[in-house]
């Protein structure tokens, strides 16, 4: 019995594995089950048994790129309440994930106006963890005082992502040729976050002055 649990599982891998590359070269609406289930070693039949549609599996493929940095997000403990150190580590993370699958990143931009529905749907939900273990740890920060209370963290954390994928996509095309390094971006960009949202202590001035005549 766990001999078949097992070969379940290495076969569910291959196939998420085939589905990556074959998405990435071929795009959400040029990949066929058909073509996954050749990459993988396995017939038509085999995927059909794990995923019940190309869309099931896209799915999969993309929970698969996010769960280390999901997984690595999900304890309170992960977090020291120190927002630069935190978004440093979180922005880390993300990058990795990021550089990992840059080619299924841009297959996504590139065919992002043609993408069916259901993909679509699907690209949405799975990428929600990531960004939702950020504005949660942001929103507690509100609470205690260190976050903006007029945030609205939602535009925020998209916003965040936003700077650190162009970061990523503009270094593997070579764009900013090598004037500054990874490091230096990711931490310039938690830099301006942080001073964007952190909540300052209202400085009382007294206005009061007294002049000699």
């Not at 291959?14 to 589905?19: G, K, M, V």
Request: charged share 20%; glycine share 6%; with cysteine.
């Amino acid at each position: 019995m766990n001999k078949t649990i097992r070969s379940s599982a290495l076969t569910r891998t291959r196939l998420i594995e085939a589905a990556s590359q074959v998405f990435a070269s071929l795009g959400v609406q040029g990949a066929t089950t058909r073509e996954i289930a050749r990459v993988a070693g396995v017939n038509e039949v085999t995927l059909f048994r794990h995923f019940a549609s190309k869309e099931q599996l896209l799915g999969a493929v993309i929970k698969n790129a996010l769960a280390l940095q999901t997984e690595a997000l999900a304890h309170p403990q992960a977090w020291t309440q120190d927002l630069k150190i935190d978004l440093i580590q979180y922005a880390h993370l993300y990058n990795t994930m990021l550089e990992a699958q840059e080619d299924l990143i841009r297959t996504f931009i590139g065919e992002a106006k043609r993408h069916p529905e259901a993909a679509k749907q699907v690209i949405q939900e799975a990428g929600k963890p990531l960004g939702e273990k950020l504005v949660a740890y942001l929103q507690s920060s509100q609470k205690l005082g260190t976050v903006r209370a007029d945030i609205d963290l939602f535009p925020a954390v998209d916003m965040f992502k936003g700077m650190l994928l162009a970061g990523m996509l503009c270094r593997s095309a070579n764009f900013n040729q090598g004037s500054y390094s990874c490091e230096d971006y990711i931490e310039t960009c938690v830099d301006i976050f942080v001073g964007g949202i952190i909540a300052t202590p209202f400085l009382v001035v007294n206005t009061a002055v007294s002049h000699d005549f």
